[in-house]
Nanobody
Framework: QLQLVESGGGLVQPGGSLRLSCAAS????????IGWFRQAPGKEREGVSC????????NYADSVKGRFTISRDNAKKLVYLQMNNLKPEDTAVYYC???????????????WGQGTQVTVSS
């Protein structure tokens, strides 16, 4: 079965940095786009960033532009989300997801990881 597993979450002070990883198994990662999403308590899940299968195209939510960077290493079946200058409002469970499509635009997100908690607090 296609599986995604997030890791790298934790507690960090405002202004700090954290790098999340998404590990894939059960499929060839370089076929598909990967997205990062987050969900805070009492709020709906929102898109954070996405990267195309080749890594040639990326996008970001306005709230994280200039602070977060998505990247991928298809050989290692890993996708990363580097988060800098973290703010309390970034606190959420972060999920990675994939779809059976190479690009970020179009098609539904079909497979999701279990999530990793990111808490930004002093």
């Amino acid at each position: 079965q296609l599986q995604l597993v997030e890791s790298g979450g934790g507690l960090v002070q405002p202004g700090g940095s954290l790098r999340l990883s998404c590990a894939a198994s059960g499929f060839t990662l370089d076929y598909y786009a990967i997205g990062w999403f987050r969900q805070a308590p009492g709020k709906e899940r929102e898109g954070v960033s996405c990267i195309s299968s080749s890594g040639g195209s990326t996008n970001y939510a306005d709230s994280v532009k200039g602070r977060f960077t998505i990247s991928r290493d298809n050989a290692k079946k890993l996708v990363y989300l580097q988060m800098n200058n973290l703010k309390p409002e970034d606190t959420a469970v972060y999920y990675c997801a994939t779809k059976r499509y190479s690009y970020c635009s179009g098609h539904d997100w079909k497979y999701w990881g279990q999530g990793t908690q990111v808490t930004v607090s002093s």
